[in-house]
């Protein structure tokens, strides 16, 4: 039997234990700038809308900041910063490079949240919110943002090139890559869901439609007219990510998916013989479902790793640190 003193101990740790974690999963919260910023979210969601009236895409492109941020040493707003004399960022790692776009977007709504209350609301957080309300403008559903996140001051072009799920990846990687960072692989499914809208370049898909069995055979030769076989030619032209409804977030990707219309190799993963594929089938016939877990997942993936207290910083642009 253990001892008074060590039991106490063992006690104590257990309870110190419970008060770390309670911190951790306290440091974000919905209601974080309700005092010090109480015009944040009307601020961002006009300039989101905005941007999106001018070009639809930008509702994708913006999702995808998020994505990628969350991926590279947690939601930092690292995606966010150029290159400095000290590092090489990851604005040209593979998944970002000629790809990643609205930056500029970015800037703006920075902007305007920085006209409204200086100093207070981190880059990180703009993209939490900026995503959202990407996906809820373009007919998806809405959730309740975690706030509190401080910015990176640094970041590197090799943590973006070995965080970032790439589209060649096989069912077993992605799941890997997703598990290490506290998603299951329900999150995996109804997050590749943001594939409901946006687009790819002819880079990311030519080997699918031109190597691969498992896809629709017209779909495959829609595809091929404007993509070319050679490499280097119309490498950057754009297919949609979802055939049906690019520019309106809903369920049509998984439909496409169970039709082998899947446009990216790490698409047609999900259905294709392997543990996924019940899911992307209630998705398919279950919209509601699938918005319900994906507003889940998204809650989930914006609390990876979040710099809070007095690490990191609250940038004044986005693009370098202070």
Known sequence: MASSSSLSMTILSLALLMIVMG????????NFYSKTCPKLFPTVKSKVHSAI??????????????????????CDGSVLLDDTSNFVGEKTANANRNSARGFDVVDDIKSAVESV??????????????AR???????????????????ARTTSKAAANNGIPQQTSNLNRLSSRFNAL??????????????TIGQARCTSFRSRIYNETNIDSSFAQTRRSKCPKSSGSGD????????QSPTAFDNSYFKNLIQKKGLLHSDQELFNGGSTDSTVRSYSYGQSSFFS???SAMGKMGDISPLTGSKGEIRKNCRRAN
Do not use: Y
């Open 23 to 30: 911190n951790a999963s306290a440091q974000l919260s919905t």
């Open 133 to 151: 309300d990407s996906v809820t403008i373009l007919g998806g559903p809405s959730w309740d943002v975690k706030l509190g996140r401080r910015d």
């Open 236 to 243: 950057n032209n754009l297919a949609p990510l979802d055939l």
């Open 293 to 295: 877990d994906f507003a």
């Open 117 to 130: 209350c200086p100093g207070v609301v981190s880059c990180a957080d703009i993209l939490a919110i900026t």
């Open 53 to 74: 009236s001018k070009e639809s895409r930008m509702g994708a492109s913006l999702l995808r900041l998020f994505f990628h941020d969350c991926f590279v040493n947690g």
């Open 182 to 195: 506290g998603l299951s692989n329900t999150d995996l499914v109804a997050l590749s869901g943001a594939h």
